[in-house]
């Protein structure tokens, strides 16, 4: 199953949270973490790996905080997990190097190099501030096509 690291799904709550926010300023990491119930220790380290990959600012001060480095909608998924996680390949075979033992006689690494583009292009496609519109409404959903068949992806 292919499933986001805790790391990655805090980054993303933690944008999300300072898209809303945006308002109002930089916000410091121990309100990020109150307001999701994150710990504290483990949301300030992914926040400074955001803000080495230029994701977010940090602002040092009794006001400083974090704030991001871009507008929520010039902000995708994809950047943010690859920021925290590294590359995402579903399979071994399907990374820079790209070869294994079974080179020449796999018959499914192009069917999962083409899931793997599917699941690129689709965070790519989800940005900031489309995770705080879906929050704002109700469940939403969004599909994209794998393989021949379709892969529906419920946000909540």
């Known amino acids: 199953m292919l499933r986001l690291t805790k ?13 809303e926010q945006a308002d109002t300023g930089a916000q410091s990491a ?10 504290p220790q483990l949301l300030a380290k992914i926040l400074q790996t955001l803000a080495k990959q230029g994701l977010l600012v940090s602002h040092a001060g009794t006001n400083g905080g974090y704030a991001l480095a871009r507008p929520a909608h010039d902000i995708n998924a994809f950047e943010v997990i690859r920021a925290i996680d590294g590359p995402l390949f579903i399979t071994s075979c399907i990374t ?3 070869t294994c033992d079974l080179h020449g006689h796999c018959t499914i690494k192009e069917p999962l190099r083409k899931v793997n583009d599917s699941i690129t292009d689709l965070l790519s496609n989800i940005k900031i501030s489309d995770l705080v519109e879906m929050s704002e409404g109700a469940h939403s959903s969004e599909s994209v096509a794998v393989g021949g068949g379709l892969v529906t992806i419920l946000a909540r």
């Open 30 to 39: 121990k309100d990020i973490a109150e307001a999701y119930h994150i710990p």
């Open 96 to 98: 820079i190097h790209g």
């Open 7 to 19: 790391k990655a799904d805090y980054g993303l709550m933690a944008l999300k949270y300072l898209a």
